[in-house]
């Protein structure tokens, strides 16, 4: 089983940039589809991006496409989520998962393994 580690969280103000990492260990995760979710307070968790094993297939959520990018490094085992033009409702608790095991890939409880989550808080 992979283990998944978020970090690059933190505080920054409406229009700001951060850039998350995820990093994978136990397994090379070379051939599996990655995502991003978040969830914010009182919310359900959502779908933000995934990207395919190579790396040349990303979608998006429409709530974010445009200013944030995913993007994979498989020779470290590491997955990134560069956010740019951040708002106020992007505040959320960001998740990398891997293992899709199919069906809806927007949907979280199609997503096997998860990472503990790293808080993004965007002031205005």
């Known amino acids: 089983q992979v283990q998944l580690v978020e970090s690059g969280g933190g505080v920054v103000q409406a229009g700001g940039s951060l850039a998350l990492s995820c990093a994978a260990s136990?397994?090379?995760?070379?051939?599996?589809?990655l995502a991003w979710f978040r969830q914010a307070p009182g919310k359900q968790r959502e779908f933000v991006g995934t990207?395919?094993?190579?790396?040349?297939?990303?979608t998006y959520a429409n709530s974010v496409k445009g200013r944030f990018t995913i993007s994979r490094d498989n020779a470290k085992n590491m997955l990134y989520l560069q956010m740019n033009n951040l708002k106020p409702e992007d505040t959320a608790v960001y998740y990398c998962?891997?293992?899709?095991?199919?069906?809806?890939?927007?949907?979280?409880?199609?997503?096997?393994?998860w990472g503990q989550g790293t808080q993004v808080t965007v002031s205005s």
């Open positions: 136990g397994r090379t995760i070379r051939n599996s589809q």
């Open positions: 990207i395919n094993p190579s790396g040349d297939t990303i």
């Open positions: 998962a891997a293992d899709y095991t199919g069906g809806n890939i927007y949907e979280q409880s199609r997503w096997m393994n």
